[in-house]
């Protein structure tokens, strides 16, 4: 009877450690779903907001609003509310970008040869104004050093000559001839979920919007 007992003591104590083995296992697994979907959550009424501002600022941008200006970064800023972004700093960065395509009749006004229009055929930034942290993320089509541009309104200085102004991905921009400008509106913030690199989750709320 006394070794019946221990038996089945033993049996009930490796049972138990089969039970707490199982359930790391699962919980290895059910852990990053749990917080793959926590995160999700939490960013997906925080993107809503992203598209919102986005597409305002485009708006405004494609109505002439000059962002260069204190009170319209600060009323930018504060449509952005809740999102981390200030004026001219924080964790969200609003870019703005005038984009036009340089032909030859624009070479040939201004007085350039083929050989020296080095933009020909080419999407070139015609204005850049940024709104929040300039450090936070780059624009996906052109990021201009501050030397290719007359701040603080942020023209280029020479659209025809300057590489530095060359659009990236112009694929993804409506087709331009000479005389014809997209507002291109780029949005950039972190969420309030977690980054985990090895699942695909990241913690970037992007949006984007032409006018």
């Given at each position: ?7 089945t ?29 926590f995160s ?5 009424t925080?993107a ?7 597409r305002?600022?485009?708006h405004?941008y494609?109505?002439s ?6 009170g ?24 703005l ?5 340089i ?16 933009n020909k ?5 015609v204005q ?6 300039p ?14 541009l007359?701040?603080?309104e942020?023209?280029?200085k020479d659209?025809h000559?300057?590489?530095?102004l ?8 409506p ?5 014809q400008?997209?507002?291109v509106?780029?949005?950039y913030?972190?969420?309030l ?5 090895t699942?695909?989750?990241g913690?970037?709320?992007?949006s984007?919007?032409?006018?």
């Amino acid at each position: 009877m006394r070794r019946s007992g221990m038996s089945t003591m033993v049996r009930r104590r490796g049972q138990k450690g089969n039970v707490l083995i199982e359930t790391g296992i699962a919980l290895a697994f059910l852990a990053p779903l749990m917080l793959s979907a926590f995160s999700f959550g939490l960013n997906m009424t925080k993107a809503i907001q992203v598209n919102q501002v986005v597409r305002d600022a485009g708006h405004m941008y494609a109505r002439s609003t000059d962002f260069s200006t204190a009170g319209n970064k600060a009323i930018l800023a504060r449509l952005a509310v809740g999102m981390g972004m200030t004026a001219t700093g924080g964790t969200g960065v609003v870019i703005l970008s005038k984009i036009t395509k340089i032909e030859q009749a624009d070479c040939t006004a201004a007085g350039l040869t083929s050989a020296q229009c080095v933009n020909k055929d080419k999407y070139v930034v015609v204005q850049r104004q940024i709104v929040g942290n300039p450090l936070f993320h780059a624009s996906k089509y052109c990021s201009p050093p501050d030397s290719s541009l007359n701040l603080p309104e942020g023209n280029a200085k020479d659209i025809h000559k300057d590489d530095k102004l060359q659009v990236q991905n112009s694929n993804d921009l409506p087709p331009l001839t000479s005389g014809q400008f997209a507002y291109v509106v780029e949005g950039y913030f972190k969420g309030l979920g977690w980054t985990v690199p090895t699942l695909g989750i990241g913690n970037l709320l992007a949006s984007r919007a032409i006018f």
